[in-house]
């Protein structure tokens, strides 16, 4: 059973850098595309980035574009996404998400992934 674990997050403060990680266990890692979620308090989860297996297409919430940057290890099993320039509205819970045969017009989509961790939390202040 595929199993995802986040870690990396943390309290930061406004326009600083923050590097969440996820490992990914349990079965044939390159095979999957992955995602990252975000839940704030009181909101519903978004979309944050998505990287799609077998050729590395990228997708990003455009709030997020320019400033954030996901990427993967296939080697390690591991996903990442790079926060730069981290604002307030940024604080969530972070969620690394993966699927097996997800198309460009779903990677956006939570409910197209398969597996998804525990989440980290990250709180940006002022």
């Known amino acids: 059973q595929v199993q995802l674990v986040e870690s990396g997050g943390g309290l930061v403060q406004v326009g600083t850098s923050l590097t969440l990680s996820c490992a990914f266990s349990?079965?044939?890692?390159?095979?999957?595309?992955v995602g990252w979620f975000r839940q704030a308090p009181g909101k519903e989860r978004e979309f944050v980035a998505a990287l799609k297996r077998y050729g590395g297409a990228t997708f990003y919430e455009d709030s997020v574009k320019g400033r954030f940057t996901i990427s993967r290890d296939n080697a390690k099993n591991m996903v990442y996404l790079q926060m730069n320039g981290l604002k307030t509205e940024d604080t969530a819970v972070y969620f690394c998400a993966a699927g097996q045969g997800l198309i460009n017009s779903s990677m956006r989509n939570g409910a197209a992934y398969d597996f998804w961790g525990q989440g980290t939390q990250v709180t940006v202040s002022s």
């Open positions: 349990g079965g044939t890692f390159r095979t999957y595309s």
